[in-house]
């Protein structure tokens, strides 16, 4: 099945490979050319069921979880180790040589920590490792920092990414008078006052659909985004204090977006900036009116959810 339709068009946002040429997406090809007259003309062919692997190859899905002190994020990186690039090396040594690279729920920045990752591979119909002896397996030839928690055959229609439909990351904060040593890499230390009351009403003049330009960092996409959930919630108490988790919760954020929240909404509780100062900094969509992102090493993604066909949800136990 195939159908044409025009969609404007200028050199100003259009490189010279995108104005002739094809692209292809999970399940189609879209054929565009650029007419004399400035418009360009697409033509979509479905090849397949959408986000099916390519022939001769089966999808396996993964629950990973790392620790992401020594990586520069999920993505793979040119001259900085990745999570994506040492799961793949793991499946090559199990003799998955022409698997794709993995993909992920979310790609998470550098320091970044995961308890609950969805993720996909495409591997050949030839790799004979069984699902149910596949996370083992691979467990085996991943280090420490790394393990893959769950694996098995992906539901039909399933894409990590593409499928997912709810992402949610939580912040810890150590609110104590000294550090803890068992904290350090998994929580920002606070060792001053700490109105969360004050931070949870902030938080909820941020919930909804907006433009959270304010909050993002050289972000290029278009800026809108709906947050569905930002709260303070108590964890576990240590000595002289408590951990503080910010829970946040959103289809999908902008590049620093979830550090962004925490950092303004940390300034609200510091007593830094009034809470009733957040609207407008959310409505003036200036990256400097918002709080500092706040440190890398306290934020953890801890689960994605997924609708039909692949209905699943995954859950941290926090």
């Not at 499928?163 to 001053?192: D, F, K, M, N, V």
Request: glycine share 10%; charged share 20%.
């Amino acid at each position: 099945m195939s159908y044409g339709f025009w969609l404007n068009s200028s050199p100003s946002c259009s490189t010279r490979a995108e104005r002739e040429g094809t692209r292809r997406l999970p399940g189609k090809e879209l054929i565009y050319r650029r007419s004399p007259g400035g418009r360009t003309e697409w033509t979509e062919t479905v090849s397949g069921p959408p986000y099916a692997p390519p022939p001769g190859f089966r999808r396996r899905r993964l629950l990973l979880a790392w620790d992401g002190a020594e990586f520069a994020g999920w993505q793979s990186q040119p001259h900085a180790p990745s999570v994506q690039d040492t799961l793949h090396a793991a499946f090559t040594r199990l003799g998955a040589d022409d698997a794709a690279r993995p993909v992920a729920a979310g790609r998470t920045d550098a320091g970044v920590h995961a308890e609950a990752m969805p993720a996909h591979i495409d591997v050949p119909v030839a790799f004979r490792v069984p699902t149910e002896r596949l996370a083992r397996a691979l467990n085996a030839h991943l280090p420490e920092s790394v393990a893959v928690l769950e694996a098995g055959e992906a539901p039909p229609g399933f894409h990590a990414r593409f499928s997912c439909t709810e992402r949610r990351y939580t912040y810890r904060l150590l609110h104590a008078p000294q550090r803890h040593p068992l904290w350090a890499g998994r929580a920002l230390h606070i060792p001053g006052p700490l109105d969360v009351p004050a931070m949870n009403a902030a938080a909820l003049t941020l919930l909804g659909t907006h433009d959270f330009a304010a909050f993002a960092t050289q972000e290029d996409r278009q800026t809108v985004r709906e947050l569905r959930a930002l709260a303070v919630r108590p964890g576990p108490a240590v000595h002289g204090g408590q951990v503080w988790e910010v829970y946040v919760a959103g289809e999908s954020f902008l590049r620093h977006m979830v550090r962004g929240l925490v950092g303004t909404l940390l300034l609200v509780g510091q007593g830094k900036l009034r809470g009733e100062e957040v609207p407008a900094i959310l409505a003036g969509r200036e990256r400097a009116r918002a709080g500092a992102n706040v440190p890398a090493q306290g934020l953890t993604f801890t689960g994605a959810s997924y609708d039909a066909p692949a209905s699943t949800t995954y859950r941290s136990s926090r």
